[in-house]
T-cell receptor, first 111, second 116 residues
Framework: SQELEQSPQSLIVQEGKNLTINCTSS?????LYWYKQKYGEGLIFLMM?????EEKSHEKITAKLDEKKQQSSLHITASQPSHAGIYLC???????????FGGGTRLMVKP | GAVVSQHPSWVICKSGTSVKIECRSL??????MFWYRQFPKQSLMLMAT?????????EQGVEKDKFLINHASLTLSTLTVTSAHPEDSSFYIC????????????FGSGTQLSVL
C-alpha cells in the first residue's frame, strides 16, 4: 500500500496562479523531502523539513510540515512555466537515509 | 553543493545481455547509496540499499541475482542488470548520502534502460 499519499496527481494552472500540493503520511515522519523531477531526469532537491510546524521558503516555493509531522504542503506562488515538472515528496521514517516516495504530482503551467 | 554522477544516462541493449550502471559521489564520501526504479508515470520505488564494503540490502520482490549491486568504495556504487529482458526496461536512479551532519539526499541524473 502507498505509505505516502500525494495530491493532486496532476495539476494544470495558468501562469501567475498560486497552487498547493499535499503529501500525507499515515505515520509520523522523521523527515520530509520535496524534490522536483523532469521526466526521465534526475531529482532536484527543493527542501527538507524535520521539525513539527516547520516552514521553509526558497524563491516562490514554500513548504510546510504540520505539528504532528504527518502532513506537508508545497505552495508555489505566482507560478511560471519553469515550475512545470513532477513534484515528489519523500518520507524518511527513521535516522536511516532511505526515502519512500509519494506518487508524484505532475504540474503543467500554461503561459 | 554535493553532486552525484550517474552513468550512462541512456542505454539500449539486446535481451540477454548485462548492463552496468555507475553511481558516483563527486565531492563527498557516500557510505550509503540507494538504488531506485521508476516506471513511466509512476513514482520511484526503492530497489536496494548499498553499503560500502558490505552486501546490499534488497527490498522485497527485487531479485538479488538479477540486480547485482557493488559498493566497493566510498564514492562508487554499481548496479548491474544481468540477463536483461524487455520487462527490465525502466528508469533507474541512485541517491547517496554522506558527509558529517548532512541530512540531504542527492540523486543522480538517472539511467534510462531500454531492452530490445
Amino acid at each position: 500500500s502507498q505509505e505516502l499519499e500525494q495530491s493532486p496527481q496532476s495539476l494544470i494552472v495558468q501562469e501567475g496562479k498560486n497552487l498547493t500540493i499535499n503529501c500525507t503520511s499515515s505515520k509520523t515522519l522523521y523527515g520530509l523531502y520535496w524534490y522536483k523531477q523532469k521526466y526521465g531526469e534526475g531529482l532536484i532537491f527543493l527542501m527538507m523539513l524535520q521539525k513539527g510546524g516547520e516552514e521553509k521558503s526558497h524563491e516562490k516555493i514554500t513548504a510546510k510540515l504540520d505539528e504532528k509531522k504527518q502532513q506537508s504542503s508545497l505552495h508555489i506562488t505566482a507560478s511560471q512555466p519553469s515550475h512545470a515538472g513532477i513534484y515528489l515528496c519523500g518520507a524518511r521514517r527513521n535516522a536511516g537515509n532511505m526515502l519512500t516516495f509519494g506518487g508524484g504530482t505532475r504540474l503543467m503551467v500554461k503561459p | 553543493g554535493a553532486v552525484v554522477s550517474q552513468h550512462p544516462s541512456w542505454v539500449i541493449c539486446k535481451s540477454g545481455t548485462s548492463v552496468k550502471i555507475e553511481c558516483r559521489s563527486l565531492d563527498f564520501q557516500a557510505t550509503t547509496m540507494f538504488w531506485y526504479r521508476q516506471f513511466p508515470k509512476q513514482s520511484l520505488m526503492l530497489m536496494a540499499t548499498s553499503n560500502e564494503g558490505s552486501k546490499a540490502t534488497y527490498e522485497q520482490g527485487v531479485e538479488k541475482d538479477k540486480f547485482l549491486i557493488n559498493h566497493a568504495s566510498l564514492t562508487l556504487s554499481t548496479l548491474t542488470v544481468t540477463s536483461a529482458h524487455p520487462e527490465d526496461s525502466s528508469f533507474y536512479i541512485c541517491s547517496a548520502s554522506g558527509g558529517s551532519g548532512n541530512e540531504k539526499l542527492f540523486f543522480g541524473s538517472g539511467t534510462q534502460l531500454s531492452v530490445l
